[in-house]
């Protein structure tokens, strides 16, 4: 099973970019439990940034309440991070997780699944 993340770039200060995540595997996805998205500045520990439920509950961690905005398509398996008002601070590595990834048809389960993770540059 792997998470692929796309997204991530270059873009200026006050600028927007939407991050996505897509769970896949030798089978077909038949459940993603919670579905977050992590960022890693440098020199920094990996920290939150939000995550969501199979039941579509959010949270966010305070430096980005009001910007950032997480979503699911569940049908796809895919998580999106929109970020908006970006600034210098947002720069890191952004990594897309899950805790609970089901495969068919053998029913499946993966547990703590990480993404590659994708570079966002903010600059001011």
């Known amino acids: 099973v792997q998470l692929q993340a796309s997204g991530g770039g270059l873009v200026q200060a006050g600028g927007s970019l939407r991050l996505s995540c897509a769970a896949s595997?030798?089978?077909?996805?038949?459940?993603?439990?919670?579905m977050a998205w992590y960022r890693q500045a440098i020199g920094k520990e990996r920290e939150l940034v939000a995550s969501?439920?199979?039941?579509?509950?959010?949270n966010y961690a305070d430096s980005v309440k009001g910007r950032f905005t997480i979503s699911r398509d569940y049908a796809k398996s895919t998580v999106f991070l929109q970020m908006d008002n970006l600034n210098a601070e947002d720069t890191a590595v952004y990594y897309c997780?899950?805790?609970?990834?089901?495969?068919?048809?053998?029913?499946?389960?993966?547990?703590?699944?990480w993404g590659q993770g994708t570079l966002v540059t903010v600059s001011s």
């Open positions: 969501i439920t199979s039941t579509g509950a959010t």
């Open positions: 595997g030798s089978a077909y996805v038949f459940s993603v439990d919670t």
């Open positions: 997780y899950a805790d609970r990834v089901g495969l068919g048809p053998k029913l499946r389960y993966y547990n703590d699944v």
